[in-house]
């Protein structure tokens, strides 16, 4: 790894309460590694017994709506801005419910349950190829064993389950 602002490599120091981190001896700053953070969302309509996921073109697989935060931009800002583009709903209510570090792509994913108002859906056919909403059990099954989105689902649908948001 090298410095992102003199191209130097980076050694290993140790930071008190940090541990080691890379650090530039030249700026003789400490580096912390960087990496996006995006927005998960289990989509679900006023009533809260359907979850709305999409079966995106490139890779054929039903996967929760996400979006990466822009810079400068709050979590809740981008959801709302997110399920808008995607989807053409409105988020009417949302919740924050757990964080996970998607090694894949080198960001953490902040996971929310997100209350959509009634309406058409309107999704942009390059990207997204079927969306549906089912029952809690049929989401569940769509999404890959073990993946970060199934994390999020049985975490939702434990909540969901539990009370409403
Ligand atoms: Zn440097």
New binding site residues.
């Given amino acids: 790894m090298h410095?992102p602002?003199?191209?130097?490599k980076l050694v290993l120091k140790f930071c008190e309460n940090e541990g080691l981190v890379p650090y530039?001896e030249?700026?003789e700053?400490f580096?912390f590694p960087p990496f996006s953070t995006a927005v998960s969302m289990v989509v679900v309509n006023k009533t809260q017994d359907k979850i709305l996921i999409a079966k995106h073109t490139k890779n054929n697989d039903f996967l929760l709506f996400a979006g990466y935060i822009k810079k400068g931009e709050s979590a809740e800002k981008t959801l709302v801005r997110e399920i808008k583009e995607e989807t053409g709903l409105n988020a009417v209510k949302y919740k924050y419910m757990s964080s996970k570090y998607h090694e894949p792509r080198n960001v953490l994913m902040l996971n929310f349950i997100v209350v959509v108002s009634d309406g058409e859906i309107v999704f942009n056919e390059d990207e997204i190829s079927e969306i549906k909403w089912c029952g809690f059990d049929e989401a569940l099954q769509t999404v890959s064993r073990d993946s970060t989105a199934e994390f999020f689902l049985q975490n939702a649908i434990a909540e969901l389950k539990k009370n409403k948001i």
């Fill in positions: 410095c602002k003199c191209g130097n530039c030249v700026c700053k580096k």
